[in-house]
């Protein structure tokens, strides 16, 4: 299918790959402005504490710091790092501005309290060392049990039983009740699911500039970089149009950037002193202070025929929010989607309570709920097909969508390869042979196990989305896209500018990427729900065919032919039927700029686009895992994930996000524990000595299928990937560690220990 | 203490600056020197981004006293582009496909090149020992083993070309 | 944890002696800095702020392997663990300790970290020690006034505290030759990840007779599971002089938790201990046997 493209399906040299291979791109720690000064902020060291007092004298005066701020400086706006009163969410908003930018009172270990910006990070140090903070200590809930228990201390006042929010499933149907009496087999179960951590290697660094005509220049890698600048506007009682927003180059985010952290305190900063600001997390705050994924509990029921049809579906979901509400608001509701609506099922249901707890934030980590709760239901799936004695591949089949049907967000299936995809991967891992094999090698033994996914194409529905693309073309015949996907690393720009090229008829070099800044670029979202594809991605192709049809038309006054006879390729302008007559895209484009044939005109194209679909990318995945039944440990010895994301438009970069999606779901499922101090509530795995990620030692021998089935709405038939190929591996590989000595763990991670422990009481049973 | 006159080789360059004893390498490359292609993330030794060679032996720069590496000869990403050519490391990365945010890649790339200078034809197995503290969130390292290896034929053939 | 360090002043001492009269001019306001990847660690997290560092790298003489029959194995206190994890001496005659080596930390790691700041930091967990107590490592000690040699299963008083007596460094590790028919191992099993902490760790040397199927002695040395590293002398007692039997394998492995006293995961890492010991036995046991039956067959 490839072939019938000129740069679609090709691997290309990404546009800023060459900066990040010499060191000379430029992230927000690396950049430095004159007089800039160095901000720091000062944390609670408790986790629900009020605030008596603030001493800052002697910080103020220590020679070098040139401000020192509490709350008692700031207007109390409140704001929500997750950006309130979305007029995204059509369904109402559920955000809780319930955040100033300095705590009104501690509500977890990590909470700005203080901040002062010096002339050096080693002042900066001391003043922080010299203002006094009188606390009184409050008891403290450190996880939902204690927040929801009748009179437990409120971590806002706002909030009866520290319930921060409760939604019930919107696509709700049917009788669940009344289906799971009358199914032939009920599957009951309770998961828990991690605070994972994003744990991108580069930490938060923001930069604030104010300059004398009351315009905020920030340098920010938050990902939805037009909706920040909203919220900062709101926060400082500013017009939109004083701020600008900046992203420099963005060591990843995985979901943790979605939000903004320290970028109003760098701006109050930066306003009070008048000097550029730049405030640069340690990595210890990072893990403290930057949304992690949406730690989960629930009950998931599913109901099944003798035959394996899936006849009902309920979850009941308790997440934690931590201190503040800030994404977890989302990320609860949503998971009721993935969860829900993922097979076909006449009969759903859900609940989901997000409480608050006095603890470090919880928002949304690539997969938004997804990865949480496939954890469950995949393994759920495992089990019915066991207890019903079907194949948990035919399992699969059998219940999941169909083209024409329903998708988990209520939208219907214009096209889905996730049978392919669950065929390709089973035949490739061998999963007929290496099933049920209980293989003993000594204390070693083998299984393998599978799960399925799906995601989205950006946020619609259930959040309005837009995406505005302009493109104008050099005289050259190069063009220049603005645009502005959040980029932390995902390689959408390589991706947009194979869709201009490809559809301007030029090669993917001669689009040239500008971005990153919002007094340039138009409104985009930005980068979530893995809409960048698919909607920056038709904004790019709607905007590029009218810079083409422009291209067309001036193109004909010179060769004499129709418009509609003309075509592009390989830089040039070419008769359909007889390609000799041809000029080059360059020459129109100059030609059209100084007038030569009509009135002056720089060829250019602009799409505002709306989606009215968010079709959804599948994958099945696909583990080999070798347990040692003395020791516990597991070893992923293979990983296989057959995607199927629509057109491909780069197959370098899907795998690429599928083989670092391989090692986040080793992790979740394996060797990432997020440990809060119940004592004091304080994190006590804050780095990544503590908190250990997959190094290049623990990945398993992958292969990644990509399956085509190109998209009717995607541009070039293109659907989301950057969430998808997280979602299933975690299960999949709790599957294989079933297939391999019959024990299932339902809490993450799973440790050796927890192998053992189970190992130990089935033969006791 | 206060600040003393210091020599250093950085990417075959020398310079003379003023620092103080507690400044590690790697805030003398930034902060000094206006390197920044060398980073920091962890600080203690744990995610490999702020490797570079000293003596051809990779290095945490962060926890290496600047002091301590005076008159020694340390390569940082920005030493292995010649003029406009990419180092063949580099360039493997890029036609690879093993860069995606790019932070941790001039801390791979340093740590590619202290192997493939000891080992020119590494191993899978060598390969994972060789660059198991050097951390990405991103790739899941495949793209990166790949970028390694094929940087090794081209070295090798290189040689060839030159010997 | 802080970004930039608290200045210092620092030391940059020639020879031993001048290092130890700066030590001891300053007391407990110093430190020594050797490859310095455990104490700026420690300084960046706020749990330390010494006045005056003297970096001892820069003392010359103190970075070689030696090897000879008489005289054993001499490795000077500044050698880095990749320099033993490569070194074609060690790796020949004594593997264990290459292997050991060869675990520390990460590459970057290992190639500026010694392996008497190794043995000085007199962590439970450090992965150099349990090789070093099976082969029955001294320790040289330089003073003000005096050297002494330690051996390294006396070195180990509590966790992080040493045998070091006021000013002190050790300058030499010496490991005695080894007769021809023995061999050892180091096994372990990580906390989390591949390159992780070790969570148990266990080191094991055999001697066997020329007379069939004899233990003429064995050593057991583990690191993470007390609040030292440690010589499981009791378990050892079982198999010394006695024929290598399976079942004493058990009672073996029996002792070992007896004397093991773990801190956390206590359940899981007795188990571990108990079976890394039995693995590396019968791994060292087969392994010598399978030499020893090459050489009587000439093949």
């Known amino acids: 299918m490839a072939e019938e493209f000129s740069v679609i399906g090709k691997t290309i040299t990404q546009p800023d790959a060459v900066a990040k291979a010499t060191g000379s791109a430029l992230y927000a720690a690396d950049i430095k402005l004159p007089g800039m000064l160095i901000g720091k902020v000062l944390r609670s060291p408790y986790p629900h504490a009020k605030i008596l007092r603030i001493e800052r004298t002697k910080a103020e005066k220590l020679p070098g710091v040139k401000a020192v701020i509490t709350k008692d400086d700031l207007l109390k706006i409140a704001y929500t790092c997750s950006f309130r009163d979305l007029p995204m969410i059509r369904a109402g908003s559920l955000q809780r501005p319930d955040q100033f930018i300095l705590a009104d009172k501690a509500r977890y270990v990590g909470d700005a309290i203080a901040a002062v910006a010096a002339v050096n990070e080693h002042i900066a140090d001391e003043a922080l060392s010299l203002i006094k903070v009188e606390y009184e200590k409050l008891p403290a809930v450190l996880n939902p049990e204690e927040a929801m228990k009748p009179g437990a201390p409120r971590v806002h006042d706002h909030a009866e039983g520290n319930i921060a929010g409760h939604y019930t499933y919107r696509f709700a149907q049917g009788d669940v009740e009344k289906a799971f009496k009358e199914a032939d087999l009920l599957v009951d179960d309770t998961y828990e699911t991690t605070k994972q951590v994003a744990a991108q290697l580069e930490p938060q660094a923001v930069i604030a500039n104010y300059d004398a005509t009351g315009s905020v220049t920030v340098w920010s890698p938050c990902q939805l970089p037009h909706l920040a600048k909203r919220e900062l506007a709101h926060i400082f009682g500013m017009p939109a149009g004083k701020i600008r927003l900046i992203n420099p180059f963005v060591g990843g985010s995985f979901g943790c950037r979605l939000s903004i952290y320290n970028e109003p305190i760098c701006i109050a900063l930066a306003m009070i002193t008048g000097k550029p600001v730049k405030i640069e997390y340690t990595k210890e705050e990072d893990f403290a202070c930057l949304e992690t994924r949406t730690p989960a509990r629930y009950h998931l029921r599913m109901g099944f025929k003798k035959d394996g049809t899936l006849t009902a579906v309920q979850l009941k979901l308790i997440v934690w929010a931590g201190g503040y509400a800030g994404r977890s608001q989302l990320v609860g509701n949503v998971m009721l989607i993935w969860g829900l609506g993922h097979y076909r099922c006449p009969n759903r249901a859900g609940e989901v309570y997000n409480v608050y707890t006095n603890t470090p934030m919880s928002g949304a980590m690539r997969g938004y709920g997804n990865p949480e709760i496939m954890w469950g239901v995949e393994q759920t799936m495992d089990m019915a097909a066991e207890k019903l004695g079907i194949d948990p591949v035919e399992l699969r089949l059998k219940n999941i969508l169909k083209v024409g049907e329903l998708s988990n967000k209520g939208l219907p299936i214009e096209s889905t390869a996730l049978e392919k995809c669950i065929r390709m991967g089973a035949e490739r891992i061998g999963w007929k042979e290496k099933r049920d094999r209980r293989e003993k090698g000594g204390s070693r033994c083998r299984g393998v196990g599978m799960a399925t996914a799906a995601q989205s194409s950006g946020g619609y529905p259930g959040l309005l989305e837009h995406s505005t693309a302009l493109i104008k073309l050099n005289e050259d015949g190069s063009a220049n896209l603005i645009v502005h996907p959040g980029s932390p690393g995902t390689n959408i720009w390589g991706a947009l500018s194979q869709i201009a090229a490809e559809e301007l008829g030029v090669f993917a070099e001669d689009i040239h990427i500008v971005t990153g800044d919002t007094d340039i670029t138009m409104f985009d979202l930005g980068s979530h729900a893995s809409r960048s594809t698919y909607v920056t991605g038709n904004a790019v192709l709607m905007a590029t065919r009218q810079a083409k049809n422009q291209l067309l038309e001036r193109a004909s006054k010179r060769l004499e032919v129709s418009p509609a006879e003309l075509e592009t390729k390989d830089r040039k302008v070419y008769m359909r039927e007889n390609p000799q007559k041809s000029i080059s895209i360059a020459e129109i484009a100059r030609d059209a700029i100084y007038g030569l044939d009509g009135e002056c005109l720089n060829i250019s194209g602009k799409c505002s686009w709306e989606p009215k679909s968010s079709p959804s990318p599948t994958a099945a995945f696909f583990a080999e895992v070798e347990v040692d039944t003395e020791t516990g440990e597991v070893k992923v010895l293979k990983f296989i994930t057959a995607i199927d994301s629509g057109r491909v438009i780069n197959p370098t970069t899907v795998e690429g996000q599928a083989e670092g999606a391989i090692a986040q779901g080793i992790g979740f499922a394996l060797t990432e524990d997020y440990v809060i101090h119940q004592g004091t509530g304080a994190v006590e795995t804050n780095n990544f000595d503590s908190y250990k990620i997959p190094s290049i030692a623990d990945m398993p021998e992958t292969e990644i299928i990509l399956v085509e089935e190109p998209d009717p709405t995607g541009p070039f038939g293109a659907k989301g990937t950057g969430e998808l190929s997280l979602a299933g591996v975690a299960p999949a590989i709790a599957n294989a560690i079933y297939d391999a000595v019959g024990v299932r763990i339902k809490e993450m991670p799973i440790t050796p220990d927890k192998i053992l422990e189970a190992l130990e009481r089935r033969e006791v049973s | ?163 | 944890m802080i970004r930039v360090l608290k200045p210092f002043e620092y030391f940059e001492p020639n020879t031993v002696k001048e290092a130890i009269d700066i030590l001891s001019r300053y007391g407990r306001k110093a430190k020594v800095f050797g490859g310095g990847t455990d104490l700026l660690v420690e300084m960046k997290r706020g749990k330390i702020a010494p006045q005056y560092v003297v970096y001892i790298k820069s003392i010359p003489g103190l970075d070689y392997i030696k090897y000879s029959q008489e005289e054993g194995l001499r490795i000077g206190a500044l050698t880095t663990h990749a320099t033993i994890a490569d070194s074609h001496i060690i790796r020949d005659r004594f593997e264990l300790l290459a292997t050991a080596c060869k675990k520390v930390g990460t590459p970057q790691v290992r190639n500026v970290g010694t392996i008497g700041g190794n043995i000085c930091q007199g962590g439970p967990s450090q992965d150099t020690i349990p090789s070093l107590l099976v082969l029955n490592a001294m320790l040289k000690l330089v003073g003000p006034h005096s050297e002494r040699l330690v051996p390294i299963d006396k070195f180990f008083i509590g966790p992080f505290q040493t045998a070091i007596d006021g000013v002190e460094l050790i300058t030499e590790i010496q490991i005695p030759a080894l007769p021809a028919q023995s061999g050892g191992c180091y096994k372990w099993i990580t906390k989390r990840t591949t390159a992780d902490e070790t969570l148990v760790g266990v080191a094991v040397l055999i001697v066997s007779d020329s007379t069939e199927g004899i233990c003429k002695d064995i050593r057991i040395g583990l690191c993470s599971v007390a609040p030292t590293p440690f010589r499981a002398r009791k378990a050892e007692e079982l198999l010394r002089e006695k024929k290598f039997e399976s079942e004493l394998l058990e009672e073996i492995v029996q002792a070992i938790d007896d004397e093991a006293i773990p801190r956390s995961r206590e359940n899981y890492r007795r188990k571990m201990a108990k079976i890394l010991t039995k693995r590396a036995i019968e791994e060292v046991w087969q392994r010598i046997n399978y030499l020893k039956n090459i050489n009587v067959d000439g093949k």
């Open chain 2, 1 to 163: 203490m206060k600040e003393q006159m210091v020599k250093f080789l950085v990417n075959g360059t020398t310079y003379e600056i003023s620092i103080e004893p507690s400044m590690t390498l790697l805030e003398v490359l930034r902060d000094k020197l206006g390197l920044t292609g060398t980073k920091l993330s962890c600080g203690v030794g744990s995610c490999g981004v702020c490797t570079v060679l000293v003596d051809g032996k990779a290095v945490n720069s962060c926890l290496t006293l600047a002091i301590t590496v005076k008159g020694r000869s340390i390569l940082t990403i920005e030493g292995l582009v010649k003029g406009a050519t990419l180092h063949p490391i580099q360039k493997a990365f890029i036609d690879h496909g093993a860069i995606q945010c790019g932070f941790c890649t001039p801390g791979m790339i340093m740590s590619a090149k202290a192997l493939l200078d000891e080992s020119p034809n590494p191993t899978r197995a060598e390969i994972e020992k060789a660059m198991e503290g050097n951390l990405c969130r991103c790739t899941g390292y495949v793209k990166i083993s790949n970028a390694i290896l094929a940087a090794a034929k081209a070295l090798e053939e290189g040689e060839k070309q030159n010997g």
